[in-house]
């Protein structure tokens, strides 16, 4: 399996994404990464010069960049590794560069599987029921059409099902409440079409507060409501960890940290979203795979795991397969 890693145009240190690519290759007999982006950047950081192959890109994609300006970069490093896919000279491609840059992009150069209107962006989330949550779309498509959701819910039943393993996965149309006249015309389209379809397991409509207990497997969403519920579910773990954090350093609550610690670093670990950072823009020809603009070594490590799964469960073939039927 040969893999193409974008290093270039994201907010951290190359050295982040080298790093996590060495290991991964360390830790996986059969694969490859080929890196893109300034060779004169990339080599004082390898072990040796043949560690591992670099093609050279001459260009960056910053994160200021807009889409039209990255189709202008034909040279740039997340141009050529997508190109590069592409050209079916590597089964899938991972960046941390500009998101709006990168959707544009893969889905100009990769195409969309026939039958399918639209890719999105697709994380898994950790809950506290341990079952996790598969949740798209969180930043492709700002705005959705029932169908644009109803083929959503087709393809993440296809990833619940293949990369973790579960049978007939639950699924949930992301609202501002459980009524069914809740919403807008778009949500009650796609309650619709999941109602009739019985082949799912459909839920209804699901509230945000809901998601991280594990209320459903699967939660489906347009792209800019996805995009703010992950963004305030990572902060607002966040935020709870340091407030933790802070209590723990007064003396009065030294007692107390040393009989919780075990489980606070328990369920750091649990929520930590750097331990499941990337999101797999599903519905393309060919796997690809967003991580975060800040992604350091973790987050680099645990895209390229996804980036792996996913390939290496011919996710596209069983979606292509599964829309024959429909």
Same mark, same amino acid.
């Not at 039209?68 to 050529?80: D, E, H, V």
């Given at each position: ?101 990168? #959707? ?37 498509? /700002? ?6 959701? !109803? ?50 397991? !459909? +839920? ?10 594990? $209320? $459903? ?22 935020? #709870?960890?340091?407030?933790? +954090? ?21 369920? /750091?670990?649990?929520?930590?979203? +750097? ?13 690809? $795979? ?6 350091? !070594? ?29």
């Amino acid at each position: 399996m040969k893999l193409a890693l974008d290093v270039m145009g994201f907010e951290n240190e190359i050295n982040e994404a080298v790093r996590a690519a060495r290991d991964f290759v360390s830790s996986h007999d059969n694969v490859q990464i080929t890196l893109f982006g300034d060779e004169a950047k990339i080599k004082p950081l390898l072990m040796s010069p043949s560690e591992f192959e670099i093609v050279h890109c001459a260009d960056v994609i910053h994160m200021i960049d807009s889409p039209l300006t990255a189709l202008r970069k034909p040279n740039s490093s997340m141009f050529q590794s997508i190109k590069y896919v592409a050209d079916s000279k590597a089964d899938g491609v991972l960046s941390a560069g500009s998101t709006a840059c990168y #959707v544009l992009l893969v889905y100009s150069l990769l195409k969309t599987i026939p039958g399918i209107e639209r890719p999105a962006f697709m994380p898994y989330l950790p809950t506290s029921n341990g079952k996790g949550l598969t949740l798209l779309d969180v930043g492709a498509n /700002k705005e959705c059409t029932g169908k644009n959701l !109803y083929q959503f819910a087709l393809m993440g039943k296809i990833y619940c099902e293949s990369i973790r393993g579960i049978v007939n996965p639950s699924i949930g149309v992301v609202n501002i409440g459980s009524e069914k006249e809740k919403g807008f015309a778009f949500h009650h389209e796609a309650d619709e079409l999941l109602s009739n379809d019985k082949s799912m397991n !459909y +839920k209804g409509f699901v509230e945000t507060r809901e998601l991280l207990h594990g $209320v $459903v497997d699967l939660a489906i969403c347009d792209g800019y409501t996805g995009n703010i519920t992950l963004k305030a579910l990572e902060g607002g773990l966040k935020t #709870v960890t340091n407030c933790l +954090k802070d209590q723990y350093k007064k003396p009065w609550n030294w007692l107390g940290a040393l009989f919780s610690i075990f489980a606070i670093k328990g369920l /750091k670990k649990t929520f930590d979203y +750097k331990n499941n950072a990337g999101a797999l823009v599903i519905g393309l020809n060919k796997i690809a $795979v967003k991580t975060h603009g800040s992604a350091d !070594y973790q987050q680099f490590y645990s895209s390229l795991e996804m980036l792996y799964k996913s390939i290496n469960n011919n996710v596209i073939d069983k979606i292509k397969e599964s829309l024959k039927h429909e």
